[in-house]
């Protein structure tokens, strides 16, 4: 008989390489990982592994279960979370993956709320940016998704499978030196920092900033590039450059030495919260999305 504890270590182990690391992964020894893994490979009645030298692969048995397995750990879930809530939410987990600016701004709101409502339900936060969040998602590693996506950046297929709960327009504002000849405009159009030198964020607003420069009729000149919002912040601080920030992150972090300007035409990020469909009717996963929204309202 397959457990499910053996099939997340089949998946650590095809997905980090070696016993050790999916040891590392899963916070356990080394010698639990190989145990369970004998464990599965004798329920199976085949190997699943093939060890050649420091290297390990999956056998054709072995690819073919970890195919299947995300699929029957996120029905697990599924199940285990709603038989928990049926006592009304006096147990439950959600693990919440979200990206930086919202982790600092939505989601403490939200999760303090939440305790406040159901003590008895735990919340575990990792962070990642679209779309890695949303592949943890689809994987069965998370429970919600706080993610967001560019106005006309993509199509309503690209989160058709999801239940999607709307949660805010975050819209991009620029950013200056204090001093900078702009900083005590109203408002600029994105050409008027053609010359500038720039600081970019993460490789989906980066691609982002592109394109917007792009269509103002000229190619950005990106001299820093960080994931870590306070980094920007910090080096449009220092002199180094300008940048467009979404309002969140700005929320997040006192912009020392740097001033915000409106920036027109208004580009702004779509922010939402992001489940499977069979999770969605979990009461623990549906109170995180409503808190979720009603801290997005204040």
């Given at each position: 008989?397959?457990?499910a504890?053996h099939l997340r270590?089949?998946?650590?182990v ?8 999916a040891?590392?992964?899963?916070g ?12 599965l490979e ?6 699943l592994?093939?060890?050649t030298g420091r ?13 299947h ?11 285990e979370?709603?038989v ?7 147990a439950g ?6 990206f ?5 701004t ?11 409502a159901h003590?008895?339900?735990r919340v575990?936060?990792?962070e990642a940016?679209p779309?890695?969040?949303v592949?943890m998602l689809r994987e069965g590693d998370c ?16 989160w058709?499978d999801?239940v999607?709960?709307p949660l ?6 620029g ?6 000849r702009?900083?005590?405009?109203e ?11 720039w600081?970019?964020?993460?490789p ?5 900033l592109v394109?917007?420069?792009?269509s103002?009729?000229f ?10 919002y ?5 080096l ?8 467009v ?12 030495g ?6 027109e035409?208004a ?14 009717q979990v ?16």
């Amino acid at each position: 008989m397959i457990e499910a504890r053996h099939l997340r270590v089949l998946r650590a182990v095809s997905t980090t390489g070696s016993f050790s690391a999916a040891a590392r992964e899963l916070g356990c020894t080394q010698p639990a990982v190989s145990q369970q893994m004998k464990a599965l490979e004798s329920s199976t009645g085949t190997p699943l592994l093939i060890r050649t030298g420091r290297e390990m692969r999956l056998t054709q048995a072995g690819e073919a279960l970890v195919r299947h397995a995300s699929g029957i750990l996120a029905g697990l879930t599924a199940a285990e979370e709603e038989v928990a809530a049926i006592a009304g939410l006096r147990a439950g987990r959600v693990r919440l993956v979200s990206f930086p600016s919202g982790s600092s701004t939505l989601v403490p709101c939200a999760l303090a709320a939440l305790r406040a409502a159901h003590p008895g339900t735990r919340v575990s936060l990792v962070e990642a940016e679209p779309p890695r969040s949303v592949e943890m998602l689809r994987e069965g590693d998370c429970d919600v998704a706080l993610a967001f996506r560019y106005e006309g950046a993509a199509g309503p297929e690209e989160w058709s499978d999801l239940v999607v709960r709307p949660l805010l327009a975050d819209r991009l504002v620029g950013l200056v030196p204090e001093g900078h000849r702009l900083a005590d405009a109203e408002s600029v159009t994105i050409g008027e920092f053609a010359d500038e030198s720039w600081i970019a964020g993460c490789p989906r607003c980066r691609r982002q900033l592109v394109e917007v420069c792009e269509s103002a009729g000229f190619v950005p000149r990106i001299d820093f590039a960080t994931d870590d919002y306070p980094a920007v912040i910090g080096l449009v601080g220092a002199g180094l450059g300008v940048a467009v920030l979404p309002e969140l992150a700005i929320e997040s972090v006192r912009p020392m030495g740097a001033r915000t300007v409106t920036v027109e035409p208004a580009v702004r990020r779509e922010i939402v919260a992001l489940t499977l469909p069979d999770l969605a009717q979990v009461p623990a996963v549906a109170a995180t999305l409503d808190h979720l929204a009603r801290a997005a309202a204040r």
